[in-house]
């Protein structure tokens, strides 16, 4: 099913231009999943971004997708859950953050692994791929505790003002 779907929301702090690609038939995404990847992303852009103008794309795809481009351009043959592309692209107030590709299949294998709701590892993995767009890495220990620190801080965040707005 390959829709996409251009969204504007505007923060207090930024505007952002968000881009859904659905490109995979394996696991259909709700529109609930869907509403929850733009709340999500509306809510992490202006805490990680200064720039008033922020654009980002999600792509969702199939294991063989992803694993062609993560073939071409990490050189590592395999399946994996996501892949994060930043294009760090800044002219005045503008920004283009980059795209985040996220293996649907590979979400719900991890989630059932670890014991958690498929919504919970899409809103986590979605948080780690957009905090590598902005630099966040997990190549060294030190660099990993950082990430995964900023991941926990957005993470409680979101699912606080998920929790106040029911």
């Known amino acids: 099913m390959n829709r996409i779907r251009r969204i504007k929301r505007t923060s207090p702090m930024t505007e952002l231009s968000l881009y859904m690609d659905d490109r995979q038939e394996t696991i259909a995404l709700s529109d609930e999943d869907r509403e929850l990847i733009e709340k999500l992303i509306s809510f992490v852009v202006p805490k990680i971004a200064e720039e008033a103008e922020v654009e980002v794309s999600v792509s969702f795809v199939e294991d063989e997708e992803i694993r062609r481009l993560n073939r ?53 993995l979605t948080v780690h791929s957009l905090l590598h767009l902005v630099g966040y890495d997990h190549e060294e220990p030190d660099e990993k505790a950082a990430m995964r620190e900023m991941e926990e801080k957005l993470l409680a965040a979101f699912e606080g003002e998920e929790y106040e707005a029911r």
């Open 72 to 124: 071409d351009f990490r050189g590592v043959d395999k399946t994996t859950d996501v892949l994060s592309f930043p294009m760090d692209e800044a002219y005045g107030d503008y920004r283009n953050l980059g795209d985040v590709i996220i293996n649907t299949r590979k979400v719900q294998e991890q989630a059932e692994d670890f014991g958690h709701g498929y919504r919970r590892e899409l809103t986590y």
